[in-house]
């Protein structure tokens, strides 16, 4: 094997030592990409796939990236482990699959009644929000980059309607993120598995509910097979990020065209994926509609528990860690002028139209 050169199996960094020669730049460089959602799956798997197109096609074949799907190289909640040993050079996902690292991660994905993806972008790009993030990864060995998000989600899949809070004790929900800590003090039994798990799991009655991400995917998983009550919105997650995770060893080793080709295609690939969920998310909703599928508003006071639950979810992750509280108070900085500026302009139109 070639130095520069990643095992396509994702046994691990090969000859890592010569990364950063400044001969080799010219190199083709291949890399295996594991990724925590199935290639197929729209928006979140195809996400992957496109980045992956764009860097080799604006590196001219410098680089060149095979995506394995969820479990084809490591488990779903492990990409970002594999990539921080070096065991894969690269990994695709979303920041809060590895909330047990850092509780700060979650503020990368998104919050329950947090930023909206446009608001989120922002606050990345120029609240300080990446600088942050780059901070917090390095000290695992990781350079975090933005690569997409879904927009507002669905609030989940029931099986029975929720008419009140006293329908939501005891219910077995898959629900990731601090979404599902909101939810537990609601009496809801919140439960993380891999996409690939949630329709089998609906299905078997292992879950009662299942937050999932919207119309386009929700109906691409079959969940409309299992109930036709659907949620909305997520206000567990208004929209959540998806990133591209590099090696700093492998980082450090590129040129930086290079670098430069990665950052613009997971740019590239973040803008393709909201209009991707933005457009196909209508059609899908209108099939699912006309196949009898019910998108049903939360009562009152179970949105206003929400709130409540989330207040003290929130102010609990800031008092048990130093991240969180760092990443907070950055956000909530921008946060305090995003929501009446929203509420004047956007929310406004909105109700109007």
């Known amino acids: 094997m070639e130095r520069r050169t990643f095992l396509k199996g994702g046994a691990g960094l090969a000859a890592a030592g010569g990364l950063a020669t400044p001969a080799l730049a010219q190199e083709r460089i291949e890399w295996a990409m594991p990724s925590s959602f199935p290639k197929p799956a729209p928006g979140v798997g195809t996400n992957a796939t496109r980045f992956a197109e764009l860097v080799e096609t604006l590196s001219a074949g410098r680089i060149v990236i095979e995506v394995f799907g969820a479990g084809e190289l490591v488990p779903p909640f492990a990409v970002e482990d594999a990539v921080q040993a070096g065991n894969a050079p690269i990994g695709h996902g979303t920041p809060y699959y590895a909330a047990s690292k850092t509780a700060a991660a979650h503020w990368f ?3 329950p009644f947090g930023l909206t993806a446009n608001e989120h972008y922002a606050w990345l790009k120029w609240g300080g929000g990446q600088q942050i993030w780059d901070e917090i990864y390095a000290e695992r060995n990781l350079k ?8 507002t989600q669905a609030g989940g899949w029931f099986k029975t309607r929720i008419e009140s809070l006293a329908d939501l004790q005891g219910l077995n929900m898959r629900i990731a993120g601090l979404g599902g800590e909101m939810m537990r003090k609601l009496g809801v039994n919140a439960i993380l598995m891999p996409a690939t798990e949630i329709f089998q799991s609906l299905q078997s009655g292992a879950i009662d509910a299942a937050e999932w991400v919207g ?5 691409a998983f079959g969940l409309q097979r299992i109930t036709n009550l659907c949620y909305t919105p997520a206000f567990a997650e208004p929209g959540a990020a998806l990133q591209v995770v590099v090696n700093t060893e492998v980082w450090a080793g590129l040129a930086d065209d290079l670098k430069a080709i990665v950052e613009a295609a997971a740019m590239q690939a973040s803008m393709e994926t909201l209009g991707q ?3 196909f998310n209508v059609g899908a909703m209108q099939q699912l509609t006309e196949a009898g599928v019910e998108f049903l508003a939360f009562p009152e006071d179970v949105v206003a528990a929400m709130k409540t639950a989330w207040a003290e979810v929130k102010e609990e992750q800031r008092a048990a860690s130093a991240d969180a509280a ?3 108070e950055s956000y909530e ?3 305090a002028g995003a929501i009446p500026y929203a509420n004047a302009f956007v929310g406004r139109y909105l109700a109007a139209r």
């Open 215 to 219: 119309p386009l995917l929700d109906q």
């Open 277 to 279: 969920f933005d457009y």
């Open 144 to 151: 975090p980059f933005y690569s997409g998000n879904s927009g």
């Open 326 to 328: 760092r990443v907070l």
């Open 333 to 335: 900085a921008f946060e």
């Open 109 to 111: 994905t998104g919050v």
